[in-house]
């Protein structure tokens, strides 16, 4: 791996403590580092060298999968070096560059350059600008940049954003972070059959009934009003984390594929997605908004009584789909997608659901269910296949379910996978642009009809699975959501 300096705006912010400090300790401790690095943080804070390696130090206590060992920790905290920066001011951008420079000369690197915007959307063409002009970002050496989302706010934003990019980086110089692409078991998906020739068989699209993804949480909107009660969940989860979790899922491929390979298959998949009109919305999708409930037997506010709420919002805190991917292998296959706050239960995962063969009546009365095919992404990382067993006492079948799971506390965070990925230039897990464009494609006509409240918003009790409307989507096809 090159040797480079990694230089991350946002260095004091919340996101910085709880995921990019420990994940770049724990890349450390596994010897996935550079051998020598530069990581120079910024902030307006009046912060000095070493009171950034204590605030490090102190995140990496409390939020590191890994208890920190005393040895090789001052080591790990030497490479960080702190720059006090203002991103609206010119003068600052000059200042790093210079900062920059003689880091790299006192360490003997060559000007390889890793950009981490980890900053409030509205400061990312500032920043990028900034780089360009200062001259950061025209060193000689490779240079690359990490993008959080929100990636816009719509499909013009979006479109506008990506343009001011191109300005400074091109397409392969720039890597937008979706951290449910970093999450071990997505990542697994895209080499599963080609890994395991079994499951050819197994996920025969001719013996597939339907394909259920959910993302649920517990946790309300917290301190995050003033962004969510603009986002909602269509745009905080069902733009980017959904829609990926649907191109992984769909990505069905038997051999072995490249990067360029999974970026035009996933590509092809969302322009196989079919768009879900005005005319036909009302029966495709359901939105809500929690009120007041439980949550494991705590009384939670609803949404309009969470502080920063407007107390008339029409936003959603919930959201579900029928979709249909008209392509060779989904062709009539139903995806179901839903995703909401204040649910009853935490968890991210993936359901494939097989036809039952014969009569259905006659299958209920002897116990028999389908076979279900269980991909779960958070808080576990477990596979599980549900198959029907006889009961001989009593002459029925129960279901019985075979799991495959990893010690969670043993696998790397969606962070460390991520940034190991963007050192070494690998943009295999990181959204690209067309994927991103054809994303806000697909949902940019739900964002018009719900400025308009042109859809209902169907209440639903904190602790809850959601609105009631939401499982009429799937009884109209014969379905159900699976919770398991």
């Not at 929100?150 to 300005?167: H, I, Q, W, Y």
């Not at 359901?351 to 269910?369: M, P, R, S, Y």
């Amino acid at each position: 791996m090159d040797n480079m300096t990694f230089v991350l705006f946002g260095a004091t912010g919340d996101l910085a403590k709880r995921k990019i400090y420990p994940a770049l300790y724990n890349l450390y401790r596994e010897g996935r580092m550079p051998e020598k690095i530069s990581v120079v943080g910024l902030g307006r804070r009046e912060y000095t060298d070493s009171k950034l390696q204590s605030v490090i130090k102190e995140a990496l206590e409390s939020f590191s999968r890994r208890e920190v060992e005393p040895s090789g920790l001052e080591e790990f905290l030497e490479k960080f070096r702190y720059c006090i920066f203002d991103a609206t001011k010119p003068e600052s951008y000059d200042k790093l560059h210079q900062f920059i420079k003689d880091r790299e000369s006192e360490l003997d690197i060559p000007d390889n350059r890793l950009f981490y915007l980890s900053v409030a959307p509205t400061l990312i063409k500032t920043i990028t600008e900034g780089l360009h002009e200062s001259g950061i970002s025209s060193n000689a050496g490779w240079k690359r940049l990490m993008v959080e989302k929100p990636f816009g706010s719509d499909l013009v934003t979006a479109r506008d954003l990506n343009k001011k990019l191109k300005e400074v980086f091109t397409e392969d110089e720039i890597f937008r972070i979706d951290h449910y692409l970093g999450k071990p078991m997505v990542q697994k998906l895209e080499s599963l059959v080609h890994a395991n020739p079994m499951l050819k068989a197994l996920l025969d699209h001719d013996q597939i009934s339907n394909v259920q993804i959910t993302a649920s949480e517990t946790v309300g909107v917290g301190t995050r009003a003033a962004y969510y009660d603009q986002a909602g969940a269509i745009r905080d989860m069902v733009q980017n984390h959904l829609l990926q979790l649907v191109m992984m899922t769909a990505l069905y491929n038997p051999d072995k594929m490249s990067t360029s390979e999974i970026e035009a298959e996933k590509r092809g998949i969302m322009e196989s997605l079919k768009p879900i009109t005005k005319e036909n919305m009302e029966e495709n999708v359901v939105r809500g908004q929690y009120a007041a409930g439980q949550i494991e037997g705590q009384a939670v506010p609803a949404y309009l009584e969470e502080a920063g709420v407007a107390e008339d919002s029409n936003n959603d805190t919930f959201f579900a789909a029928r979709l249909e991917i008209d392509n060779e292998n989904w062709r009539g296959i139903p995806f179901y997608i839903r995703t909401g706050k204040r649910m009853k239960k935490k968890s991210t995962r993936i359901v494939v659901e097989f036809k039952c063969d014969g009569d259905e009546e006659a299958l209920k009365d002897d116990g028999i269910e389908p076979n279900l095919l269980i991909i779960e992404i958070n808080p576990n990382e477990s596979m599980t296949l549900k198959i029907n067993i006889k009961n001989q006492s009593e002459e029925k079948f129960e279901p019985e379910y075979i799991t495959f799971s990893n010690v969670s506390a043993t696998q790397p965070e969606a962070y460390e996978l991520l940034l190991h990925d963007a050192m070494q230039g690998n943009e295999t897990f990181f959204a690209h642009w067309k994927e991103v464009e054809l994303s806000w494609k697909w949902v940019q006509p739900l964002l018009d009809e719900f400025e308009k409240d042109g859809l209902p918003l169907y209440k639903y009790p904190a602790g809850s699975d959601g609105p009631e409307e939401a499982h009429h989507l799937l009884k109209e096809d014969g379905h159900q959501w699976w919770y398991v």
